[in-house]
């Protein structure tokens, strides 16, 4: 079973950037498809961005251009690298292995006008 922990949420003002970690644990998830979503307003999670074994990306029309998902094997980690920060990105962020469905926390990010 893989455990799931983000990071790198905080407080950031509009126009700005954050980088999000997410670092698994009990599984190589190297082959695993992984995900990044964000707690919406109806308290329901809207998919942001994945990234394949092979390192193949998809992203939300909500975050593409600003966004860039990526993968580090040998720390058995992804990440979320998001720019230009608006107050709509505001949310709990959540990792997903998508392969087994498990998640992750969530880190809490706040942009501040």
């Known amino acids: 079973q893989v455990q799931l922990v983000e990071s790198g949420g905080g407080l950031v003002q509009t126009g700005g950037s954050l980088r999000l970690s997410c670092i698994a644990s009990g599984r190589d998830i190297s082959d695993d498809t992984m995900g990044w979503y964000r707690q919406a307003p109806d308290n329901g999670t809207d998919f942001l961005a994945m990234?394949?074994?092979?390192?193949?990306?998809t992203y939300s029309d909500r975050v593409k251009g600003r966004a860039t998902i990526s993968r580090d094997n040998t720390q058995n980690a992804v990440f979320l690298q998001m720019n230009k920060l608006t107050l709509d990105d505001s949310s709990v962020y959540y990792c997903?292995?998508?392969?087994?469905?498990?998640w992750g926390p969530g880190t809490q990010v706040t942009v501040s006008s």
């Open positions: 990234i394949s074994g092979f390192g193949l990306t």
């Open positions: 997903k292995n998508v392969h087994n469905k498990s």
